[in-house]
């Protein structure tokens, strides 16, 4: 079963030939007028010529680690912005005024049309990186296409002019205004920080003497105070002591006092026994002079405990003196001079005086002790107040620092955000940042452009030489003459007798010959004009 396919297969092809061979006119003829029309019109097609430039962008000059850019570093989005901005309608129409493009379909043409026919003709491509370029730049390649090549080279010098001047326009004017964002932020930002020193400085104010940092000196000044009180109720005692000592020497000298006037001659043994006032300021002068070497085995001269016990000892003494100065002298002259004595007040002699004078000093002295004492404890209180209360001040403080160590931080970020801008744009003022530099020029072109023509001259071929190709299987099928002995064995089924070949004549084989010559001399003369259709297609392009 597999053997007659590749017969029928040439069976068929043979057919085929057959057919084209009979039906050649019908396929040269579409073939020569399609092919040829393609090739002239192509032909009619007016030149284009393209010029192009190529533009490489240069990283900043100063390495990123000194100054960070503040502008857009992505090569596709850059170029993706800058072509929207170059190839607005308003530049475009500019450019088409200025140098006189698309005389004819401006005639014809809204500014619109015109715009998206520019448009059209403007090819912006990112190219790959060059062995020569430095390392971390990038390249793009800007092409124009125009009817002329001066014009097409004018247009793309203006397109690269532009491209270099909105590139340093834009990164200008966009680190400018990062620059200027920064400084409003930091002006917020150095507000809010203000805020939130004035809030931390009120509360210290506020809460002076109860912040964390102060319990040290609490502390201190509560221990101080222990000592001072205690010093004070030590001076209280004394004085106490010493107010009930004068109080004993004042009943002394009142017991005296009373015995001279109750007796005119001398005391016999039945009479009241007073014991001597200046043995006991005597024996106090000596107990006060004992405690005296006693502290200042332990503290100086300057101790305050030392200085009242010398103001006690200097007291005392002027007591002594004052007492032995009143001291009655013993009786030489009689009954009558003892009770002249006698009869003088109590209040004349200068030891009660010396003894009323020191006890009111001593009530002065507590009074003060006391006044003092009453100070010292509420100092104490109001200090174990503070310390008391330096747990809550230290949580709402450690609020109060969260928030202006917050401020802070954010302030001092904008700072350096804003000092790095600064930087960053007066890099670029310098042309020290990321720029464009041309590195091929817009070119003259020098040869149309067209590439399509021989594409459209080779199709506009095939598609003839197809068209002929159905007329011929079209008209084959329309005709249902018998051509062959196998179709008719095919078409009745029974076989062939006898075959008549055709037998022709001399007028008729002449006929024939000179067909057959003027045929080939129009198929040579066909195949001649394809040929040459299509090589001067070819060199037209």
């Known amino acids: 079963m597999t053997e007659p396919q590749p017969e029928n297969i040439d069976v068929m092809l043979e057919k085929i030939l057959r057919m084209v061979i009979r039906r ?54 850059v170029l ?32 619109e049309q015109l715009v998206a026919l520019m448009r059209s003709n403007i090819d912006i491509e990112q190219t790959q990186k060059g062995p020569e370029e430095p390392r971390g730049s990038n390249a793009f390649k800007i092409t124009f296409t125009g009817d002329d090549p001066h014009s097409a080279q004018a247009v793309t010098g203006r397109l690269t002019d532009l491209f270099i001047k909105e590139n340093n326009e834009s990164r200008e004017e966009q680190s400018t205004g990062t620059t200027k964002f920064l400084e409003d932020e930091l002006q917020s930002a150095e507000e809010a920080l203000n805020q939130q020193d004035i809030r931390l400085r009120d509360f210290k104010m506020h809460n002076l003497g109860e912040l964390p940092d102060q319990q040290g000196g609490n502390l201190a000044i509560l221990n101080g105070l222990h000592s001072q009180l205690q010093n004070v109720q030590s001076a209280l005692g004394r004085v106490h002591e010493q107010d009930t000592y004068l109080q004993s020497l004042m009943s002394q000298y009142q017991e005296i006092a009373a015995a001279n006037a109750a ?17 006991s300021i005597k024996a106090e002068l000596s107990r006060l002079e004992a405690e005296r070497f006693e502290l200042m085995g332990r503290y100086t001269d300057k101790y305050p405990d030392v200085v009242k016990i010398d103001q006690e000892i200097k007291q005392t003494q002027q007591l002594l003196t004052a007492a032995t100065a009143s001291k009655p002298a013993p009786s030489k002259g009689g009954n009558d001079q003892q009770s002249s004595k006698t009869t003088e007040p109590a209040r004349k002699d200068p030891a009660m005086a010396q003894l009323n004078s020191q006890l009111e000093a001593n009530r002065i002295e507590k009074e003060n002790d006391l006044a003092e004492e009453k100070r010292i404890q509420s100092q ?93 299987f079209f008209l084959e099928a329309r005709n249902h003459s018998f051509r062959e002995e196998s179709e008719l064995r095919t078409m009745f089924g029974f076989p062939l007798l006898l075959g008549v070949p055709l037998v022709l004549g001399k007028m008729e084989e002449k006929r024939r010959s000179r067909v057959a010559v003027f045929e080939w001399l129009g198929g040579v003369l066909v195949c001649l004009l394809i040929a040459a259709s299509e090589t001067l297609v070819y060199l037209r392009n």
């Open 80 to 111: 993706l912005l800058m072509t929207d901005a170059i190839l607005s309608r308003t530049r475009l129409l500019q450019i088409i005024n200025d140098l006189n493009l698309y005389p004819k379909e401006r005639k014809a043409m809204a500014p």
């Open 263 to 279: 007796v005119s001659g001398p005391v016999g043994p039945g009479g009241p026994v007073v014991s001597d006032p200046v043995e």
């Open 24 to 77: 050649r006119w019908w396929v040269l003829l579409p073939t020569l007028v399609i092919g040829v029309g393609a090739s002239l019109v192509t032909l009619l097609l007016p030149n284009h010529f393209e010029s192009q430039a190529v533009i490489l962008v240069e990283s900043q000059q100063v390495p990123e680690r000194y100054v960070t850019a503040n502008t857009i570093s992505d090569m596709r989005e």
């Open 380 to 472: 104490i209180e109001e200090y174990e107040h503070r310390l008391n209360l330096t747990p809550v001040r230290e949580e709402q403080l450690s609020e109060l620092m969260r928030g202006y160590d917050e401020a802070k931080r954010h302030y001092d970020e904008l700072l350096s955000k804003k000092k790095d801008s600064e930087m960053a744009t007066s890099l670029i003022r310098r042309q020290q940042g990321q720029r464009f530099r041309i590195i091929d020029q817009p070119s003259l072109p020098s040869t149309p452009s067209n590439k399509g023509r021989i594409k459209i001259s080779l199709g506009g071929l095939a598609a003839g030489l197809g068209v002929g190709i159905g007329l011929a």
